[in-house]
């Protein structure tokens, strides 16, 4: 079993940053892809980014590529989501997932095995 716990959320202007962590514990995150995702008040869960099991590999949604950042410390057992040139279309809740995977890792929520209960991110325009 694995517990994640995101925190950094928050409320930010248009054009700033933020950097969310997510921390697990019960197991090391080291056998696990992981990935960030945000939900939006009645739009569907979406995929952002994800990371390999080593941080060898990092893939992300078109929306943020480009201004969002995916890192993993597998000796912190904490991945990071670091959020740069933020848009109020940015504004939701953001979840981080863990999936049990060494190979590489997934964009579809319904594989990801273990998920945090979220954080709040808002951009004002």
């Known amino acids: 079993q694995v517990q994640l716990v995101e925190s950094g959320g928050g409320l930010v202007q248009a054009g700033g940053s933020l950097r969310l962590s997510c921390a697990a514990s019960?197991?090391?995150?080291?056998?696990?892809?992981m990935g960030w995702f945000r939900q939006a008040p009645g739009k569907e869960r979406e995929f952002i980014a994800a990371?390999?099991?080593?941080?060898?590999?990092?893939g992300y949604a078109d929306s943020v590529k480009g201004r969002f950042t995916i890192s993993r410390d597998n000796a912190k057992n904490t991945v990071y989501l670091q959020m740069n040139s933020l848009k109020p279309g940015d504004t939701a809740v953001y979840y981080c997932?863990?999936?049990?995977?060494?190979?590489?890792?997934?964009?579809?929520?319904?594989?990801?095995?273990?998920w945090g209960q979220g954080t709040q991110v808002t951009v004002s325009s």
């Open positions: 990371i390999n099991w080593s941080g060898g590999s990092t």
């Open positions: 997932a863990a999936e049990r995977s060494t190979l590489g890792y997934e964009t579809r929520p319904t594989r990801y095995d273990y």
């Open positions: 019960g197991r090391t995150l080291s056998s696990y892809a």
